[in-house]
């Protein structure tokens, strides 16, 4: 089983449309977690941190759910700039380096 | 953020040649690591290249393979070496920063085919 999954997609939304991805972790000692955006042939961006009590910056909205071990991404009136594909990581306690997900890939049509 | 060059942006060599690739960053930071992210697949990492020691590898890396070095803290080196079309892949560098410990930063990539 893989530390980080996510379902590939591609989800397909309309502009305006709320979307929400989720992202399990295995590793119990998991202790921080991203969403990275990364454009097609573009390195990877860092989106948002999310944090326990979960972070919303605009209309994107991170929550952490540790009992569950998943956390999630919330996308409110997509644009069709959000078209990307939506990386998580965890960074595990005691370890600097991010282990990715597969990525999930969003693309908002007119 | 920080501010991350990588050399070459790009390459097509030829099997069995090597590969140096360059990562600077703008301002001192105190880890920088090295990812590949192979086509259609995510990032997975090869090393934390290390200040004035050796890298720390990941399982399935080797040095033989990834030498890297990390003179001082703000450039790195990696070195794909005896290359091979598997090899074909964008490799990043990234970095976290002395007062932003929790977050790391993607250099734009070095997008190398091995014919």
């Known amino acids: 089983r893989k530390e980080v999954e996510q379902d590939p997609g591609p989800f397909n939304v309309p502009e305006g449309a709320t979307v929400a991805f989720n992202c399990t972790y295995s590793n119990s000692a998991s202790q921080s977690f991203f969403w990275y955006r990364q454009d097609c042939r573009k390195e990877p961006k860092l989106l948002m941190s999310v944090y326990s009590s979960g972070n919303e910056d605009g209309r994107f909205t991170a929550q952490l759910n540790r009992a569950s071990q998943y956390i999630s991404l919330l996308i409110r009136d997509s644009k069709l700039s959000d078209s990307a594909t939506y990386l998580c990581?965890?960074?595990?306690?005691?370890?600097?380096?991010?282990?990715f997900g597969s990525g999930t890939r969003l693309q908002v049509q007119p | 953020s920080a501010v991350i060059s990588q050399k070459p942006s790009r390459d097509i060599c030829q099997r069995g040649t090597s590969l140096t690739i360059q990562c600077q960053v703008d301002s001192q930071v105190t880890m920088m690591f090295w990812y590949r992210q192979q086509p259609g697949q995510s990032l997975t990492l090869i090393a934390t290249?290390?200040?004035?020691?050796?890298?720390?590898?990941e399982s399935g890396f080797v040095i033989d393979k990834f030498p890297i070095s990390r003179p001082n803290l703000t450039f790195s080196t990696l070195t794909v070496s005896n290359m091979s079309p598997e090899d074909s892949s964008i490799y990043l560098c990234s970095v976290e920063r002395v007062k932003q410990q929790e977050t790391q930063y993607f250099g734009p990539g070095t997008r190398l085919l091995v014919l």
């Open positions: 990581a965890s960074k595990k306690t005691g370890r600097r380096a991010l282990t």
């Open positions: 290249a290390n200040q004035g020691s050796e890298a720390t590898y």
